[in-house]
Structure formats: C-alpha cells, structure tokens
C-alpha cells in the first residue's frame, strides 16, 4: 500500500511540474502579448500586481491550505499593512504632535492601565458576582478616563491644517521598512483575534473574521488623527527613482541614447532631440517598474522560500496532521488552538507584508478603496483556482486571476465592439453592450472558478500529499 502511495505522490509530482510549466509560459505568453499589443509599461505594471496578489495569496494559502481556516477578513490585514506604510514614511507633523499628542499617550497610558488592572482583578478575585462588578467598574472608569484625554487631543490634532495634515504623521523612515511593519500590524492583530475567535466553527469564524476586517476598515475610515480617513494620505515616499529625476539624469539619458542609436542616427539635430526626449520619458517609466519588479519578485521569492520549507517540515506535516483530522491529532497530544493561532499570525503577517507593497506602488493610502471584492473573495479565488496546499498554484493563482481581472474589460470591449461591427454606431443594441463590458470581470471570474472547479478541483496545481514509506 505504501507503495502505491508513493508512486501515486510521484505522479502527482510529475503531473504538477508539467501543468506548472505550462501554466507559467502561458502565463508569460500573455503578458508578452499584452506589452507587443497595447504597451510594455502597462504588462509591466500588471505582473508588479501579480507579484503583489501572489503575496497576499500566499498568506491565505499558509491559513487555509495548511490548516483549514476560513479567513474571510483578509481585506482588514491588508489595510493594516496599508496604514503602515503611512505611519513609517511619512515625516511627523510636529504641529499636531505639540497640539496633541501627549493627549493621545495619556489616553493610552490609561486605556493600557485599564486591561492591566482587569486581568489582575480577574485572576485574584474568584469568580462571582464581586469580581463582575468590580471588573465592570474599573472599566466603566477607564473609559471615561481615555475619553477625557482622547477627545480634546483628537480634536487638537485635527485642527492643525487639515488641508494638509489633521494627523500626527510618521516616522520618516524609509518606506521600505513599512513592509516589515506592516506584517508585524496585520500578526498583532491577528493574535488579537485568534485569542477571540481560533476555536469557533468554521462558519463561525468566517463571520468573524469579517466583522472585524470591517471594524477595522471603519476605523481607519473615522480616525482622521491616525491617517487622515478618507481625506487620504498621499505623496508616499518611493524606494525607487523617480521618473522626473531619472529624465534630467546624464547616464540614464546616455544609456537610452546607446540603447537607440541606430534610430537617432539618421535623423537631423533638432528631431533628434526630440524624438530622444520622448524616448527618455518612456524608457524612465519602464525603469521605474522594473525597479519595483525587482523589490517585489524578491520579497515574493523569500516569503514562497520560507512557505515551502515551512510546509515540508515536520511542523507542516503537523499542520496539515490537524487539518485533516483535528480529533485524531488533539488525542496525540496537539494542542489545536495554539497551532491554528500560530498559523493565523503567520499567513496574516504575509497579508499585511502584500497590503504594504501595494500601498508603496500605488504611492497613496484610500481606506475607501479597501472593499471585501477586491481584497477578499479576489484572492480567495486565487487560492481556489491555482491550488490550496499548494504554494507554487496559490502563486500562480495570483498571477493568472489578477491577469484575467485587469484584462477581461478591454478584452470584452474588443469583442463586443467586433461582434457588433454591423450594427449602427447608435444602434441601443450596441451602445448597451459596450456599456455593459465592464461587467465582463465578473462574469469571467466566475466563469473561470466554475470551469476549475468542475475539471480540476484541486486547482490548476494541486496539493501533493507524500506519505511516509
């Protein structure tokens, strides 16, 4: 029998390394195609989302391809990520620091005080009806404490030219510490709610989870004195060159010169000057996303490194020991809750580390454009169709699902716009089915999960379980 496992676990392998094969050239075919037919810097700026979605679907592949826990609050974790980007990068405002901050530390000071001072009655009071009451006093009065420092601070700091700021600002550090940072807030709060909710049901813990992403999108949203809510941080500092100082560069404008030289050669002073000049902008653009190409692909390849060597250890074959039968590995000694809330901060850190990514690429943070769509069932169904279990098909996932959503509407709007060419300019035919093509992301998502889900449902690389011989 153990035989025909491995043999089986073999196939596996082998039928896995050719679908990925495969799957990775098409998937490079296609962004090819997108650079030659529309342009190089837009399949550029594509695979810089992928390699970022492929990190965020990562981390979901570490909670539920390893353990089995159903995470529908990754839209909270990635906006954790987000803010952190803001509050490492940007210089602090000394204003609203002078205004109120020692407001805010008191507040903290106090609200900090407060759980200490509960914990402490609860273990020494026995329970009963005198540990309730003292409990619900002491935090009665904590809360009125941090609210009497808390509210006139957050109004003195909001005070200071909101226009511009409204809020204490950062750190100045680099932006690229933010990526750490932003892994350590999404794990934080992760152990926050592990403590609360790792052990529910299932179903339960997706509510959950949800409930709190939503929480925490709502908090980011209100507290303008934190990162500016929806008044929106910009002008995030870059860890790569700016295009403006790459145009007035020397080398770079004479290494796009060597780059063209033939073209330039045969054209006079003047149109070479120019043409020279259009060619620097474009080539300065390209630069820039191959820097972040280069920053990305490494971070992805440590996290897939860390990932893979994780899930081949004993402590993976553990985890995967407990996913499949936590009754069985509860009775060999395991400690079940301590391990999904260890796998909990893992994967959630992995989210937050892809949530600041895409914050420093867009070079802004919206806390409204965090939306469940977009930051939780998209990379759901990247997991999904590139194959829970399976590091490598969440990678892939990323890739091919954030591919297909950026490109389904231009790709739609051909296909309407050829299959109704004999149609009249105003025909409402027409006009309502080049209208309606943005719809077609949708449609296609679901299409896509349906026709995986039908032929493969493993995914398109599914998890290879190696038995012991």
């Not at 709007?413 to 089915?433: F, K, M, P, Q, Y």
């Amino acid at each position: 029998m153990n035989g025909i496992n491995s043999v089986s676990a073999m196939s596996t392998v082998a039928s896995n390394r050719l679908r990925a094969s495969i799957a990775f050239a098409v998937m490079a075919a296609l962004l090819l195609l997108v650079g030659v037919g529309q342009s190089w810097s837009l399949a550029l700026a594509i695979f810089n989302l992928c390699l970022i979605s492929a990190v965020m679907s990562l981390g979901v592949n570490i909670q539920w391809g390893y353990a089995g826990l159903f995470n529908v609050g990754i839209m909270g974790f990635a906006a954790l990520g987000g803010v952190a980007a803001v509050l490492v990068s940007k210089a602090p405002v000394a204003g609203a620091w002078a205004a109120g901050g020692s407001g805010l530390l008191l507040a903290a000071a106090c609200g900090i005080a407060t759980i200490a001072g509960a914990v402490l009655l609860r273990r020494r009071l026995p329970k009963g009806r005198l540990r309730l009451v003292c409990m619900g006093a002491l935090i009665a009065l904590g809360y009125f404490a941090v609210r009497y420092f808390y509210d006139p601070a957050v109004a003195a700091i909001e005070a200071v030219n909101p226009a511009k700021h409204g809020y204490l600002g950062g750190l100045g550090l680099p932006v690229i510490v933010s990526w750490a940072v932003g892994g350590l807030f999404a794990a934080g709060a992760a152990w926050v709610v592990g403590k609360v909710v790792l052990g529910l049901r299932s179903d339960y813990l997706a509510i959950a989870t949800l409930g709190i992403s939503e929480i925490i999108i709502a908090f980011l949203k209100n507290e303008d004195w934190l990162a500016r809510g929806v008044k929106n941080v910009t002008g995030l500092a870059r860890p790569v060159p700016y295009e403006i100082d790459l145009q007035q560069t020397p080398w770079f404008i004479d290494v796009v010169e060597k780059m063209n030289a033939t073209e330039l050669a045969s054209l006079a002073t003047e149109a070479k000057i120019d043409i020279l000049h259009k060619l620097v902008i474009d080539y300065s653009s390209l630069f820039v996303k191959l820097c972040y190409t280069g920053l990305f692909a490494g971070v992805l390849a440590v996290i897939l490194a860390l990932s893979t060597a994780a899930l081949n250890s004993p402590w993976g074959r553990m985890m995967r020991a407990i996913r499949d039968n936590d009754v069985s590995a509860n009775a060999m000694g395991k400690n079940i809750t301590a391990r999904h809330r260890q796998v909990f901060i893992l994967g959630s850190a992995v989210i937050g580390i892809g949530g600041a990514m895409l914050t420093t690429l867009d070079g802004q943070f919206t806390p409204g454009s965090y939306n469940p769509l977009r930051f939780t069932f998209l990379i759901w169904v990247m997991v999904i169709v590139g194959g829970s279990g399976n590091n490598l098909g969440a990678v892939l996932g990323g890739f091919l699902v954030w591919f297909f959503w950026v490109e389904a509407e231009p790709a739609g709007l051909w296909l309407i716009d050829n299959a109704t060419g004999w149609l009249g300019e105003d025909s409402a035919v027409r006009i309502h089915l080049m209208n309606s093509a943005q719809h077609m992301r949708l449609f296609l998502m679901g299409l896509v999960l349906l026709l995986v889900m039908r032929f493969s449902p493993g995914g398109i690389l599914p998890e290879v379980v190696r038995r012991p011989k």
